[in-house]
């Protein structure tokens, strides 16, 4: 074990979908989730007795089926619903100290899609579902927790607008609500899914990837018939001598999963996400090694050697730069790390370049066996 350097990020990458997100339409602050005057009627007294006769436990499970705006709802029935729902802890963590990640998926509208239970389970799961690296996001669309280097790099984060899908599987508007849609924060603001998720339903529905590409394949055959179409007509009217302007022909995008598409959209419907212990009762978004970042940002870097989402070169410095850690981790990466071991001086150069990093605080092994 050795000692190092660390900081939090005070702002996460700007690729990811941030609490804040659109600055040119700021909208005034929504009160959610206001419980109305209490009302004492005979009939709602009635079902608040019959609801207080329910063990908590039970109400507690009923609960955590819900997502989180149906909750809201019932709180705004009356003080007795408020109360109930209020004490139910993973709801009220989850309000409390992961805000902003629901702000986040209000914003996309996809909030109504899980239910608490499961989004508590990641908000207490500390690693990220794709690999073994602590994971400071999540990402939206199947509600897993992730990494950065995972949302970079695997397939099973592409995303592709939900238009294009519909067409390259052959989907119907039938089947929409299989679909995790994610609206686009940013203009245009279009939905997108999942690829995996879509390619999944394309084969249910179809039989076999196989007959999803046949489908697929008569989909483009009817879009170059509509597209010809035009000029068929224009050519037509030309042999009679009648004067009108020739038609702009479009392009046909057949492929919306080509490298550059699927890249482009990565990491558009990933949100930052805390961990909670539930053992130490602590809150841990995630810790930076300084070195790292500092190599990283200096230009320090001479490992080109890996492809990236798009076919280009991708430095295995980049993905060290933006790893997080659990704290307790960090011990443990600073004994192996490159970085470290050049012994950087952090005091020169450019720090913080990109503007999401915070103030740097020593990290010791726990035993106090520090190299």
């Known amino acids: ?207 076999n990837s196989r007959a999803t590409k046949q489908v697929h394949k008569a989909r483009v055959k009817l879009r170059e018939i509509d597209y010809e179409r035009p000029i068929w007509q224009f050519e037509r009217t030309q042999s009679r001598d009648i004067q009108c302007k020739r038609p702009w022909r479009r392009l046909i995008n057949n492929s919306p999963s080509t490298a550059v598409a699927v890249g482009s959209w990565r990491l558009e419907a990933t949100a930052a996400f805390p961990y909670w212990d539930r053992k130490t009762q602590t809150l841990e978004p995630g810790a930076y090694c300084r070195a790292c970042t500092y190599q990283w940002e200096q230009g320090n870097i001479n490992d080109w050697r890996r492809l990236g989402p798009v076919g280009g070169s991708y430095p295995l410095s980049k993905e060290a730069a933006y790893r997080a850690f659990l704290e307790a981790d960090l011990p443990e990466h600073f004994l192996h790390c490159p970085a470290v071991k050049a012994n950087y001086s952090f005091r020169t150069g450019r720090m913080g370049s990109y503007g999401w990093d915070g103030p740097d605080f020593i990290v010791h092994p726990k035993n106090g066996n520090s190299i």
């Not at 100290?97 to 990641?122: G, K, N, Q």
């Open 1 to 207: 074990m050795a000692s190092g350097t660390a900081y939090r990020c005070m702002q996460p990458d700007n690729a990811v979908l941030n609490f804040d997100p659109d600055p040119y339409q700021r909208r005034p602050p929504v009160v959610q989730y206001r419980a109305p005057p209490k009302r004492t009627s005979r009939r709602h007294a009635r079902s608040a007795l019959s609801i207080c006769r329910l063990p908590v436990e039970i109400l507690h499970e009923i609960l955590l089926d819900l997502d989180l705006i149906s909750i809201g709802t019932l709180r705004e029935v009356d003080t007795i619903m408020r109360r109930v729902a209020d004490s139910l802890p993973p709801y009220s963590l989850l309000r409390s100290l992961a805000s902003d990640t629901i702000h986040v998926m209000e914003a996309v509208e996809c909030v109504s899609y899980f239910p608490v239970r499961r989004l508590f389970a990641e908000f207490c799961h500390p690693y990220c579902r794709t690999c073994r690296d602590f994971g400071p996001f999540l990402y939206l669309p199947t509600l897993t927790r992730s990494c950065y280097k995972c949302n970079l790099l695997r397939p099973e984060y592409e995303l592709a607008p939900l238009a294009e899908v519909f067409f390259r599987f052959g989907l119907e508007a039938q089947v929409l609500e299989s679909l995790s849609a994610i609206r686009k924060i940013n203009p245009p603001r279009y939905w997108l899914v999942d690829l995996a998720q879509a390619k999944a339903l394309g084969r249910r529905i179809h039989g």
